[in-house]
């Protein structure tokens, strides 16, 4: 699975972005069909966001957006959901497959 990480507008330091990026590695026991996530973060005056937006293949993307007071929270925030839509989008594939058989 291929990761990027995207900072905008300001400077964390790069034990941030080897966090964010181990962190989206985790994301793949959810749903091991996902070719690639990007993670944008980001300060927005008082609040931080982080973005995850989720390649999971045959044209289908995933996008989850948290926004809180620190970075981590907002990236812990929006690593649950990613985990949370990934384990869906899986749930809805097996259905799907089912229904065909």
Known sequence: M????????????TRIRDHVATKLQQLVKFYDGTVSIRA??????????????ANVGRGVVLVVDARKESI???????????????????EKLKARRKLRA
């Open 40 to 53: 944008v973060l980001e300060r927005q005056h008082d609040d931080h966001r982080a973005e995850l937006i």
């Open 2 to 13: 291929k990761t990027q990480v995207a900072i905008l507008h300001n400077e964390y330091p």
């Open 72 to 90: 981590h929270m907002a990236l812990e925030d929006a690593v649950e959901r990613m985990g949370r839509v990934l384990r869906r989008h899986k």
